[in-house]
Structures are given as C-alpha cells and as structure tokens.
C-alpha cells in the first residue's frame, strides 16, 4: 500500500461545477495536510494546508478531513478551465520531518 | 522575495557526465528539500536538510547521487555517473520549519542521452 494514494484520473467536469477530489493516507498518526497545485511545466503551489478534522474553506476551495477515515478531500466549487492542472496531495508524517506526496490526480474542466 | 532560485533550469549532458544542480532558498528559511519527478514515479523526496544538516537522505536512490548544503543562502545536488535513467525534473523546495508549506523552485529539466 502507498504511504499516500489518490486516483490518477484524469477528471473530467464542466465548467460551473464542483469537482472532487480524494486522498487516503496510511500513517494514521500524520498531523499536516496540504493539496497543491501543479499546471503542466510548473512547480506545485500551496492552494490549502488543513490540520483538523472537519471542513476549513477558502474562496472556492473546500478541504475536507476525517483522520479517523484516514481521508482527506479538496472540493473546488464553480470549476473553471484555468482549474485545469494536477493536484498533489501531500501528508506529513508522525514526527512532522517528511511530507509525502501522493502521485497526483489531472483534472480537466471543460468550458 | 525573489522565491526559491534554481539553475541551471534544462541541462542536456551524456551519460557518465557529472550533473550538478543549484539551489538558492527562500531567505530565513530553515528547512531544503530535493524532489524528483516523472511520469512514472510522481513526485519523489531525495533528501532534506534542517539548518543546513541533512536530516533524512533515504530517498536518494543510489550513491552516484549526492547533495551538499554548505551554508543558509545554497544547496547543490550532484550525479555522478548520471545516467539516461536519471533524466527527470528536479525541484528544490524550502520552508520556514520542516512542518511548513513548502515553497517551490522553478525546477531543473535534467536529460540524459
């Protein structure tokens, strides 16, 4: 099992929608999450950091924790084309010294 | 803030080559990191450094590869032999604390013939 894992995708949603998008983790005792944003020849970019369970929103961002699920979700509202890109979830470990990506979930928003 | 500093951004070298990559952290961050990535592997933590001493190196994949954070301001991650297989993107990250967000540099396109 990897220590993170999200579905690859591609995801594919209209423009105007809410696109979702799911990260388990393995190491039940992480205290740090974070999704980042990857456009196709560029670095990831924070777009949110969450640490509690429970929902924590920003703009048309929605991050989502239940670390009894060992689960955590981004929802983006009202998608838009430019929302296209990779979304990389990231989870620090017990101890808080590595951040481990998961492999990235492409989402398409289709105008 | 001028970001996270890295050169060179495209290196095409032949195999055997010594490859090395720089980096120049945020100022008054504490905390560097090497990823690599590709298609196949995503995105892969090789090493980091805590006040410039290196904290955790299992990621780094063999021991042609090495990496130096000689004071605050630089970091370098060399290969040697590089070999075709080691043609990725490579990023160099910093944060405040090894807990923070992770700032990204522009990354290096390393290709190896």
Not at chain 1, 18 to 37: E, M, V
Not at chain 2, 71 to 93: G, H, M, W
Request: overall charge neutral; glycine content about 8%; aromatic content about 12%.
């Amino acid at each position: 099992q990897k220590e993170v894992e999200q579905n690859s995708g591609p995801l594919s949603v209209p423009e105007g929608a809410i696109a979702s998008l799911n990260c388990t983790y393995s190491d039940r005792g992480s205290q740090s999450f974070f999704w980042y944003r990857q456009y196709s020849g560029k670095s990831p970019e924070l777009i949110m950091f969450i640490y509690s369970n429970g929902d924590k929103e920003d703009g048309r961002f929605t991050a989502q924790l239940n670390k009894a699920s060992q689960y955590v979700s981004l929802l983006i509202r009202d998608s838009q084309p430019s929302d296209s890109a990779t979304y990389l979830c990231a989870v620090q470990n017990t101890g808080g010294f590595k951040t481990i990506f998961g492999a990235g979930t492409r989402l398409f928003v289709k105008a | 803030d001028a970001g996270v500093i890295q050169s060179p951004r495209h290196e095409v070298t032949e195999m055997g080559q010594e490859v090395t990559l720089r980096c120049k952290p945020i100022s008054g961050h504490n905390s560097l990191f090497w990823y690599r990535q590709t298609m196949m592997r995503g995105l892969e933590l090789l090493i980091y450094f805590n006040n410039n001493v290196p904290i955790d190196d299992s990621g780094m994949p063999e021991d042609r590869f090495s990496a130096k954070m000689p004071n605050a301001s630089f970091s370098t991650l060399k290969i040697q032999p590089s070999e075709p297989r080691d043609s990725a993107v490579y990023f160099c990250a910093s944060s405040p604390g090894s807990a923070d967000t992770q700032y990204f540099g522009p990354g290096t396109r390393l290709t190896v013939l």
